[in-house]
Structure formats: structure tokens, C-alpha cells
DNA sequence: CCGAAATGCTTTAAATGTCAAAGGTCGGCG
DNA sequence: CGCCGACCTTTGACATTTAAAGCATTTCGG
């Protein structure tokens, strides 16, 4: 049924970091599913769409595709397909600015911002649902201590990433 | 840089619920990155590879494939292909009971279980060192802290799912 | 200016992922 | 005995993903 508590099992006591990992993990694939689920049967559209739209939303007047790929965390070769079928749609177009002919830039069509608007109300109240059992404080400190998680991660990555 | 400092922006004072999911989203992406780099340089292994194979780790006897599709939270049909591929590699066997015929059971091979060893030693290692600047204290906070927000989860998933 | 290096995007191959439908197999009921 | 329904896995059609190779364009040193 779970994941973390087969995966564990005889050395459970110890190992901390290992559990909390694994927990944030089926945490988060839980959620994931759920909203992909619900975007994909009310919108007809995928998380790692959903993920790019919001972007654009937030930039008016677009964004370049190298931008965009460090924003979601997509690769290159992702985005590339990503916003050819989301231009198919109707949602986003294409733009090669004068200056430098090698960049391409994204941005949403008016049809882009409100098919978005819509499913970004959604979205939120999705997630006010599945976290309704969780009190304002707990949440709060959650949202504080995962941010020095994250912080601690980035400052141990093996690639090199400075700031 | 970062996904969510550039999704909040403009709102950002309200709506924790999404803050909070958005930035679980991004450090467990992160986490996962590192980690997927880390296998695939080192032992040629992918994510859900590993995955699979830590559960076989822990029961011996082996798991049905069904089993094993719940546990990694991975469909049916990628449950077939992942094994064929471990299969193939020598890292798992293929076996159906005598009792029933309609099963498969996967197992690890000694090479499976020697191979899964090294990675999960350094998979912990890995863990360890990216959750390094994080107190034992927060750790355990937030351990249970996410533990909660995983049950509120699983209670308001829409799919028909009872406990 | 020229050529090498850097930059930005696209393409490619292999793996993973979903979903739905098809294939066997088992169990029970008439 | 024989069939129907339930169970388990595989298959097939596609969408998505990553890493790496491939193109085109720009930048910069000489």
C-alpha cells in the first residue's frame, strides 16, 4: 500500500534522512498524481504543461526557451516539444526577436491567459482540498523548514552550482 | 533560478497552500535530479530501476508484479517493461508459481542483490550529505510534519479510495 | 575580417509513463 | 462437466522524459 513503510521495515530506527526522503517523495507523487489526474479530466492538459503555462503567465511578454527550461526544471529538448504542441493549441506562440536570431520566445495568446486563469483557480483549490487536514501552522512551518531542505541540497550538489 | 521565488511574485503575501506545494515540488526535483545524475554516472542505473529493486531488496522471496506495480507507485504495463530490462541484465528472474499460473513473481538474482547493495549504500550516503546542514531536529520534524500532510492527502483524493 | 569557442535551440535514441484492450488462468455455480 | 466472471499480466498506441549529439548563430581573439 506504501511504499516508505515496506521500504523500510527491519533497520528502520535508524537512517533518518533516508526516511525523510522517501516520505517527501510518495508525499509528493501522491499529490502529483492527483493533480494530474484532474488536469488531464477537466482540462485536458498535463502537469508539465500547466508548469510552462504558469511561467508565461507571470511574464507577459515571454519568455525565452532557455528560460523556461531552468524555470521548470525541464530539459531543452523538453520545452522544445512542450511548446510545439501547446502553439498547436492555440495557447502560446513562437517569436525569433530581431537582435539575436538564435533565441526563440514563448509567450501565451490571449486564448493562452484564460484557458490558464481557469485551471490555475482550479489547481489552487485542489490543493486547499487535499491539504484541509493540515492546520495554517503546520503549514507554515512546513513551508519554512523544506525551504533550509532545499537550501541545504542546492549547496551540496555534485555538479557545479554556485550562486 | 527558482521556480517558485518566480511563480509567487505579485500574490504572493496569500495562498500557502500552493507556496507550500510548489516548493515541495521544486526541492524534491531537485533531490531527485542529483540523485538520478549520481546513479546513471556511476552505476548505469535510472531512478525507477532502483526503485524497483529496493523493494525486491526487502522481501527476498520476491514480489508479484501487481505488488510491485503498487509499491512503486508505477502502472502495470511500465511494471512489465522495467523487469524485462532487469531481466535482461541479469539483475532479476521471472518466475511464476506453480499455484497460480495467472502470476509473475520477480525476484532478486545474487548480482541483483549484490549490485542493489553498493547503490543503496551510496544512494544513503547521497541523502545524507545533500540533508547535511538540516538539525536532527528538523528532520524529525519534519518527518512527522509530512507524515500528516500525507494522510490530509490520501483523504481528499477524488479517485474512489477507502482506508 | 577569420576561425574557434560559446550560446541557443532542435533532433535523436532509449527509457519511462499512461491508458485501454486483449490474453490466459482460476474459482465457483448451475 | 462447463461456463461465466474475476483476477493478473502483457500488449499496443502514444505522450513525456532525459542525455547527448547536431545545427545554426553569435561572440571574441588574433
Redesign the interface.
Known amino acids: 500500500?506504501?511504499?516508505e513503510i515496506?521500504?523500510q521495515?527491519?533497520q528502520a530506527e535508524s537512517?533518518?534522512?533516508?526516511?525523510?526522503?522517501l516520505?517527501?517523495?510518495?508525499?509528493?507523487?501522491?499529490?502529483?498524481?492527483?493533480i494530474r489526474?484532474?488536469l488531464r479530466a477537466e482540462y485536458g492538459a498535463t502537469l508539465p504543461q500547466f508548469?510552462l503555462l504558469?511561467?508565461l503567465y507571470?511574464?507577459r511578454d515571454g519568455l525565452r526557451l532557455g528560460e523556461l527550461s531552468?524555470?521548470?526544471?525541464v530539459t531543452n529538448g523538453n520545452v522544445t516539444g512542450l511548446v510545439e504542441r501547446l502553439e498547436a493549441d492555440g495557447l502560446v506562440v513562437r517569436e525569433t526577436p530581431d537582435g539575436d536570431r538564435r533565441v526563440t520566445v514563448a509567450k501565451l495568446t490571449p486564448k493562452g491567459e484564460e484557458f490558464f486563469a481557469g485551471m490555475a483557480a482550479a489547481?489552487?483549490g485542489w490543493?486547499?482540498?487535499?491539504?484541509?487536514?493540515?492546520s495554517?501552522e503546520?503549514?507554515?512551518?512546513?513551508?519554512r523548514?523544506?525551504?533550509?531542505?532545499?537550501?541545504?541540497?542546492?549547496?551540496?550538489?555534485?555538479?557545479a552550482e554556485e550562486e
Chains 1, 2 share one sequence.
Open positions: 500500500m506504501d511504499l515496506i521500504v521495515g527491519a537512517k533518518p534522512e533516508l526516511k525523510l526522503w516520505r517527501l517523495l510518495s508525499t509528493t507523487k501522491l499529490i502529483s498524481h492527483e489526474r484532474r508548469d504558469a511561467q507571470r511574464e531552468r524555470r521548470t526544471m489547481h489552487e490543493l486547499r482540498d487535499m491539504m484541509a487536514d493540515v495554517p503546520l503549514i507554515q512551518s512546513m513551508l523548514e523544506v525551504g533550509l531542505l532545499k537550501i541545504s541540497a542546492r549547496n551540496h550538489l555534485s555538479g
